[in-house]
């Protein structure tokens, strides 16, 4: 518990997590360090609006909670998996507070995430909602363009910090299982056991 507040102070680290990589939780761990969380929740997507994952929503999130079992504040989010039809972040968001009304929410955005918020339906709403952590990977000032572009204000909690991540993608990982090609290296070890345990982005022919 963050004792200058008295709230828990909860970091939202959304995605597909098709699958769940060592650049996540680098993420994870800088935004508990710089934005002094209590926990971290990674939110799975159960239907992502704009991809189709490889990996069940069911297989994806058995992953993350493995790969966070040991990681100290971090554990997976399945509030989406609950909600009808097209779930949007802050659909998700709103949820998460009704059910957690004394917690203070951190929306944590990696760099691709961060460029693309103003077009993110109910960016402005959501914006009011809670407080925005942006990781951009070259660690620019992001701040002009979500103020013009979606309306976050001066008075809007922002952070924007510069921290060099990991530069790994789940796609990238997926190609390479494809291939037959290692991706230990990438992935954390409950995650690449999982992985092939379950034979997950196999070439099938």
Same mark, same amino acid.
């Given at each position: 518990?963050?004792?200058?507040?008295?709230?828990?102070?909860?970091?939202?680290?959304?995605?597909?997590?098709?699958?769940?990589?060592?650049?996540?939780?680098?993420?994870?761990?800088?935004?508990?360090?710089? *934005?002094?969380?209590?926990?971290?929740?990674?939110?799975?997507?159960?239907?992502?609006?704009? =991809?189709?994952?490889?990996?069940?929503?069911t297989?994806?999130?058995?992953?993350?909670?493995?790969?966070?079992? =040991? *990681?100290?504040?971090m554990?997976?989010?399945?509030? *989406?998996?609950?909600?009808?039809?097209?779930?949007?972040?802050?659909?998700?968001?709103?949820m998460?507070?009704?059910?957690?009304?004394?917690?203070?929410?951190?929306?944590?955005?990696?760099?691709?995430?961060?460029?693309s918020?103003?077009?993110?339906?109910?960016s402005?709403?959501?914006?009011?909602?809670?407080?925005?952590?942006?990781?951009?990977?070259?660690?620019?000032?992001?701040?002009?363009?979500?103020?013009? &572009?979606?309306?976050?204000? *001066?008075?809007?909690?922002?952070?924007?910090?510069?921290?060099?991540?990991?530069?790994?993608?789940?796609?990238?990982?997926? &190609?390479?299982?494809?291939?037959?090609?290692?991706?230990?290296?990438?992935?954390?070890?409950?995650?690449?056991?999982?992985?092939?345990?379950?034979?997950?982005?196999?070439?099938?022919?």
């Open positions: 518990m963050t004792e200058a507040a008295g709230r828990m102070r909860i970091g939202l680290l959304g995605g597909a997590f098709d699958p769940i990589h060592r650049g996540h939780l680098a993420l994870a761990r800088a935004a508990l360090e710089l *934005e002094n969380l209590d926990q971290v929740l990674f939110v799975v997507a159960a239907e992502p609006l704009h =991809k189709r994952p490889e990996a069940s929503a297989d994806r999130l058995a992953m993350v909670s493995a790969a966070l079992e =040991k *990681e100290p504040g554990a997976s989010c399945d509030v *989406e998996f609950g909600m009808q039809g097209p779930v949007y972040t802050v659909d998700a968001v709103q998460l507070r009704r059910q957690l009304p004394n917690a203070e929410f951190v929306l944590i955005l990696g760099g691709d995430a961060a460029v918020f103003p077009f993110w339906y109910g402005e709403r959501l914006a009011s909602m809670l407080r925005l952590a942006c990781f951009p990977r070259g660690g620019e000032d992001l701040f002009p363009p979500l103020r013009d &572009e979606c309306g976050v204000g *001066e008075a809007t909690l922002f952070a924007c910090y510069s921290v060099k991540l990991p530069a790994i993608s789940s796609s990238q990982i997926r &190609e390479r299982l494809r291939a037959g090609e290692a991706a230990s290296e990438l992935l954390p070890p409950a995650a690449a056991a999982f992985i092939r345990a379950k034979g997950l982005y196999q070439e099938h022919t």
